[in-house]
């Protein structure tokens, strides 16, 4: 059945409108930005201030693991959140998922600075942080990928590369963002930090929410949803139709991004807690590093992925780039400096 209704697809492509294509690089870059932001945040509070504000009844260790278990809770409700939301963007289309995920995002991450402490309503502060951990996370699920989903449909071909790593380069300007935002926080004294400095930094969370709502309510449905809502219909079992036909490329994706995210997350949250609790480090030290490697991260996010297009309009395949890649670092590792001066070291 799927066979007979992919062999009516047109596959004939029209020119990709600039405006539509703006408007989306835009609101992928800005919601990506909300998506990091909010994770980085919540995952510094983990890291530096919420174990005594939410666990304080509990030894040091134990609060700092009752933290990351809570902010564990988001990346279980991120699958969930885009089996969910993947269903409703197949029904209503791309526009609507983005703009539900991103209020649910926001919304969750503002009740987060509003909720009271374990001084104020004891065992009742914890269950609200782990409720609005889950919301955050089921929004993240499907705002990364709906917004690079969007994005590549309505970018027309040798584009779509250099406009989808915006996604990622939004993940970066997110974690910048955050790290800036810890580190006016951490100018505040200690007493103000603790009582109502973190409450704005999770409250600024508002003014990202607005600036990509306004952008996002003007975006137009991608064209490929559109013309394949009109050819193809909708299909009754989405999920299962994917399992079936797609398990292969699901899950070469599925593990593609398993050691990236898991490096990313390990520096940005883990390290940042033993630095502080094992080593000793200075708690301002934690943004300002993560600030710097956010930077690095975007310029080789945008960088990496304009060089692949470049490639790819000159009709080259990712095999033949990658091997190139290869070849000139193999050829200036051979020629550095140090190597040349061993060389001559007599043996």
Known sequence: MSEQRSSTVDTTETPADRKAVRRAAWAGLIGTTLEQYDFVIYGTASALIFSKLFFPNISPVAGILASFSAYAVGFAARPLGGLIFSRFGDRLGRKWVLVATLLLMGGSTLAIGLLPTYSQVGLLAPILLVACRFFQGMGAGAEQAGGATLLTETAGRGKRGALASLVMTGAALGTALGAVAWILAQALPEDALMSWGWRLVFGSSLLVTIAALVIRRK???????????EQVG???????????????????????????????????????????STVGVDKSFVPKVLLLGAICGGIAAFGFALCRTCWAARGSTPRSWVRWCCCRCRRSSRSTPARRWRSRWPS
Do not use: W
């Open 219 to 229: 975006l137009n449905e991608s064209p490929v949803f559109q013309e394949l809502k």
């Open 234 to 276: 909708e299909t009754k079992a989405p999920i299962a139709e994917t399992f079936r036909e797609g398990r292969r490329p699901l899950l070469l994706a599925f593990f593609l991004n398993v050691g990236s995210n898991a490096q990313s997350y390990t520096y940005q949250v883990f390290m940042a807690s033993y630095l502080v």
